[in-house]
């Protein structure tokens, strides 16, 4: 069975990254901390997202052009938008929820190393 399609798949991810990095730099962080998490995350250089917010891809094919998923995203665990991460079933949505976890922690101020569950 496949999971229902949400508004937020079909969202531009150049649309998203530019609200990230707007959220960490009104905390006083950067674009870089952003990139380095998404990174971590997707397995994206900085040239391939760039290459993806040049491209116009939405939220789906981002995900879906990932040159690696980090298996350690699934140690990533807590509320965002009031659920809990790890709880979410439909895996493009917790992919999607696991990303918006990593950039509040970088608008929070927390240790790069935490973040990257290293």
């Known amino acids: 069975m496949s999971e229902p399609h ?9 649309s998203i990254h ?10 006083g962080h950067s674009r870089e901390e952003v990139d380095e998490v998404i ?13 993806v917010i040049d491209d116009g ?3 789906q094919a981002f995900f879906a052009g990932a040159p690696a998923f ?4 699934v140690l990533i665990t ?3 938008c009031g659920i ?3 709880e ?15 950039v509040d922690e970088v608008a929070r101020g927390k240790k790069m190393a935490s973040i990257l569950r290293s």
Do not use: C
């Open 88 to 102: 979410i079933e439909g895996p493009l949505m917790q992919r999607i929820r696991y990303l918006d976890k990593l």
């Open 39 to 51: 990174g971590w995350l997707t397995g994206y250089d900085r040239g391939g997202i760039q290459s």
């Open 70 to 73: 980090n298996p350690d995203a």
């Open 57 to 59: 891809a939405d939220l």
């Open 6 to 14: 949400h508004r937020i798949f079909s969202t531009s991810f150049a």
């Open 78 to 80: 807590g509320l965002i």
């Open 84 to 86: 809990r991460v790890e």
């Open 18 to 27: 530019a609200l990230y990095v707007a959220k960490v730099e009104r905390k």
